[in-house]
């Protein structure tokens, strides 16, 4: 068994023995990409939401306290929040990406939240400038055998995957296909290390 103290690799994050970067290419994207992470989910080593940032030049990945400030809004974008919200008591489901795209000013600046369902939930419903963002969700197109963690709900998706199917859908399906590729490397990686050193903390 390996000791915890082995080396991860910095860009990655993952243990250096699977590092998985040279395999990596950026993807390039009109739409501006902000990653809101909690707090719990910043620090696990394996969070697709990092994996986003580090593929995507336009994106950028902030912790949950730090965008209370509100100086991760860029000028001249249209700022839109993705999430698979629900109908509930004086709210409306958010509408599917698909639906309001034509409607949509660009470019667009994507505001992802990182973290559990429930986490990601508590963000949007809780932080005033997250809560008063236009919003729309996406859902699960092709199935993905080696998702990291499987819901039986398909609007639940993983960081990455909820931002490649809405670049899909806004920037064509080459721009999904790197970013799932790359989610099937990283994932791959992971199972890899979880043989060999029963590596518990995947996102």
Do not use: Y
Not at 29 to 34: A, K, L, Q, V
Not at 40 to 56: D, F, I, Q, V
Not at 126 to 143: D, F, T
Not at 158 to 175: F, M, N, Q, S
């Amino acid at each position: 068994m390996r000791a915890r103290r082995d080396p991860r690799c910095a860009e990655c994050r993952l243990l250096a023995a699977h590092c998985i970067c040279a395999r990596l290419a950026p993807v390039e994207t009109e739409t501006r990409i902000t990653i809101i992470a909690h707090e719990k989910e910043w620090t696990k080593p394996t969070g697709s939401g990092h994996l986003a940032a580090r593929l995507l030049p336009t994106a950028e990945m902030i912790r949950r306290l730090e965008s209370r400030d509100g100086a991760w809004r860029r000028p001249g974008h249209r700022a839109l929040l993705l999430f698979p919200e629900r109908a509930g008591p004086g709210r409306e489901a958010a509408p599917p990406l698909e639906a309001v795209i034509e409607r949509l000013d660009r470019p667009l600046q994507l505001v992802v939240p990182d973290g559990t369902f429930r986490q990601a939930s508590r963000m949007c419903l809780r932080e005033p400038l997250l809560l008063a963002l236009p919003r729309a969700r996406v859902e699960g197109g092709r199935a993905i055998a080696d998702r990291l963690r499987a819901h039986p709900d398909p609007t639940r998706l993983g960081t990455l995957e909820a931002i490649a199917r809405a670049l899909g859908a806004l920037e064509g399906p080459a721009v999904e296909d790197q970013l799932l590729s790359a989610l099937a490397l990283f994932s791959a990686a992971i199972a890899r290390a979880r043989r060999g050193d029963n590596l518990a903390d995947a996102h």
